[in-house]
């Protein structure tokens, strides 16, 4: 019942717009994915590839300095000794009580202030390092690392980056491969915020792009299911990649016990 809508995206994306008012709706394959892929790709309205590349710049940005600065903090918060490590951890754990449509507007004006409205690193910046993202590895690493093995560490001479490198993130790579999907699928499904610092109609994100297909008095379903579909398949692959790399490190840690 979960997979049915996403296959009938698909199934629609193939063919043409009559097929969203048939009854009953159709559950195979058409032929027109070629033309729907011309449409789309041709529509001036959408710059389609733009946000698709727009898109895999912000969410493989994002990803990877929330997964490699997260779990820096994470460690550090972890297993390092520090004063007023606890009172910032708890100011950590206290932006995750604000929603994110609060920051919006202060977030604008700063934005606006440095001149970076309509470019990529308005939307890339505010998300390079989120409470989230240090709270769970944070939770992770006290588990899943030992003070032992860190102590074996630092007596055979190694600093501290270098324990984190060799020790800790082999460790957290379970951990990480869940935050990197997480956030790669956030970062990707985003609306409001490029909505509000990306003005320029043609330097869009993918969300922006399928925002254009589906707006106006009339609209091109079978486009905007095929835009969608799209859309979707990088996703896909990250998840297939990411959950390879889970189960893969879920393994690895039961071989090793």
Known sequence: ?????????????????????QVPPPVTPGGNLPGNLDRLF????AHFLTGMLN??????????SVVFFSSLAGF???????????ALLLVIIATMMVPTQLGVIPLYMLMTDLGWNDQLQAVIVPGLVTGFGVFMMRQYASQAVSDELIEAARVDGCGTFRIFRS????????????????????????????????????????????RALSNGYYQDMSQVFTGTAIATLPLLV???????????????GAVKA
């Open 76 to 86: 550090a918060f972890a297993k390092l000794r520090f004063r007023g490590s606890n």
């Open 1 to 21: 019942m979960s997979v049915f809508p996403i296959y009938w995206m698909f199934v629609v994306a193939t063919r043409s717009s009559d097929a969203m008012g």
């Open 42 to 45: 041709a529509n001036t309205d």
């Open 238 to 252: 990250v998840f297939v990649i990411f959950g390879r790399q889970i189960i893969g490190g879920i393994m690895e």
């Open 167 to 210: 020790v800790v993130a082999p460790a957290l790579r379970p951990a990480a491969a869940v935050l990197g999907l997480l956030t790669f699928m956030t970062t990707w499904n985003d609306f409001l915020w490029p909505y509000a610092v990306l003005n320029d109609p043609e330097n869009p994100t993918v969300q922006l792009s399928l």
């Open 55 to 64: 898109s895999a710049i912000v969410a493989g940005s994002v990803t990877v």
